[in-house]
T-cell receptor, first 114, second 109 residues
Framework: DSGVTQTPKHLITATGQRVTLRCSPRSGDLSVYWYQQSLDQGLQFLIQYYNGEERAKGNILERFSAQQFPDLHSELNLSSLELGDSALYFC?????????????FGPGTRLTVL | GENVEQHPSTLSVQEGDSAVIKCTYSDSASNYFPWYKQELGKRPQLIIDIRSNVGEKKDQRIAVTLNKTAKHFSLHITETQPEDSAVYFCASPSNDMRFGAGTRLTVKP
């Protein structure tokens, strides 16, 4: 157990809908990263937050947004969902602002868009 | 942003053989190089990392070597076991997080 929690574990929804994925980092970690992993694909970096502020942006679509709250949990919002958004979404946390330390991954949320 | 290329995409070895996975990166300012292992249906987990002030780091059967001049780093697994079967990802954090595309390692008993 990495100490990072994600909810829900599974999510099934329809095209055009909007969903929210939630992540709670390890105690003491200030950075949260979001990744998308499609079937048999690699880890696509979406976005990073550090202590409530956006720190780095990757290949995040405009239909997706995220935020980190004062208690450091983070939410990833996916809207106008398409079939291709079906994937495993991981969040990860680390203590500092840079990527130069180990990241601890949550168990992931599996999103299925029908 | 940083580009990270990982080879091979799949690797099959016999139990007891060695396995080597290589990554190349583009940002010469990169100074931290981790390797993550993802077993089927599970989360990625760090197995070893190296910083640019050393050329090699070992932890039991796994080792990572770094060649800063050539901008590549490699994961070496010796005496492979079936439980080493997984997907392995390298990463080269720069301004953002870039992972390699992954190597699916299969260790045949």
């Amino acid at each position: 157990d990495s100490g990072v929690t994600q909810t829900p574990k599974h999510l099934i929804t329809a095209t055009g809908q909007r969903v929210t994925l939630r992540c709670s980092p390890r105690s003491g970690d200030l950075s949260v990263y979001w990744y998308q992993q499609s079937l048999d694909q690699g880890l696509q970096f979406l976005i990073q937050y550090y202590n409530g502020e956006e720190r780095a942006k990757g290949n995040i679509l405009e239909r997706f947004s995220a935020q980190q709250f004062p208690d450091l949990h983070s939410e990833l919002n996916l809207s106008s969902l398409e079939l291709g958004d079906s994937a495993l979404y991981f969040c990860a946390s680390s203590p500092g602002p840079s990527g130069y330390n180990e990241q601890f991954f949550g168990p992931g949320t599996r999103l299925t868009v029908l | 942003g940083e580009n990270v290329e990982q080879h091979p995409s799949t690797l099959s070895v016999q139990e007891g053989d060695s396995a080597v996975i290589k990554c190349t990166y583009s940002d010469s300012a990169s100074n931290y190089f981790p390797w993550y292992k993802q077993e089927l249906g599970k989360r990625p987990q760090l197995i070893i990392d190296i910083r640019s002030n050393v050329g090699e780091k070992k932890d039991q059967r796994i080792a990572v070597t770094l060649n800063k001049t050539a901008k590549h780093f490699s994961l070496h697994i010796t005496e492979t076991q079936p439980e080493d079967s997984a997907v392995y990802f390298c990463a080269s954090p720069s301004n953002d997080m870039r992972f390699g595309a992954g190597t699916r390692l299969t260790v045949k008993p």
